[in-house]
């Protein structure tokens, strides 16, 4: 089905530990982001991607790593995880380069570090 | 710096009654686009409607509305005849003309809708 989909849906992780957050679309979209939603703080913008091979920080990119070889995956990598890491990390795609595009967004990752 | 602020961090309404969640905003922009999500309890963040600052005319999206007020840099959302479906965390967001091909929004921390039946 198109769309866009993140694995896993849970992770449970330790303190120290990498872990790699998927995220996969099939409309073939030319921008990517990976946002982190945590209470009180609505979303924000950890790292996009405007094309294969091209990535830039956004708010909050400290502690994460991403990568696009491909532009129908996004992988984001939390490269020592901390438990202020903890929170919901959503994965976003959009289709043409302007800014009234609507993002169209995964079902999210619940990733807690321990 | 732009902000995007929701006062209200819940809301109840009787189910087909209608309820208006607020959001206010900060920008120097004098072009830009604003945002309503839904957020259910799938997590899933959907697209409610969304407004160009250029058009006067309020955005309409079925039962969704918006009152759009840019001198006074308000942009609520109305929902008539409430349903179940609609309970939700809604969330407003800000998106400015791209700069340095930073294509940001700028989200507020949401207000939580609870539809009694």
């Known amino acids: 089905d198109a769309g866009i989909t993140q694995s896993p849906r849970y992770k449970i992780t330790e303190t120290g530990r990498q872990v790699t957050l998927m995220c996969h679309q099939t409309w073939s979209h030319s921008y990517m982001f990976w946002y982190r939603q945590d209470l009180g703080h609505g979303l924000r913008l950890i790292y996009y991607s405007a094309a294969a091979d091209i990535t830039d920080k956004g708010e909050v990119p400290d502690g994460y790593v991403v990568s696009r070889s491909k532009t129908e995956n996004f992988p984001l990598t939390l490269e020592s995880a901390t438990r202020s890491q903890t929170s919901v990390y959503f994965c976003a795609s959009s289709v043409v380069d302007s800014y009234n595009s609507p993002l169209h967004f995964g079902n999210g990752t619940r990733l807690t570090v321990t | ?117």
């Open chain 2, 1 to 117: 710096a732009q902000t995007v602020t929701q006062s209200q961090p819940e809301m109840s309404v009787q189910e087909a009654e209608t309820v208006t969640l607020s959001c206010t905003y900060d920008t120097s922009e004098s072009d830009y686009y604003l945002f309503w999500y839904k957020q259910p309890p799938s997590r899933q963040m959907i697209l409610v409607i969304r407004q160009e600052a250029y058009k006067q005319q309020n955005a309409t999206e079925n039962r969704f509305s918006v009152n759009f007020q840019k001198a006074a840099k308000s942009f609520s959302l109305k929902i008539s005849d409430s349903q179940l479906g609609d309970a939700a965390m809604y969330f407003c967001a800000l998106r400015n003309p791209p700069m340095d091909s930073n294509y940001q929004l700028i989200w507020g921390a949401g207000t939580k809708l609870i539809i009694k039946p």
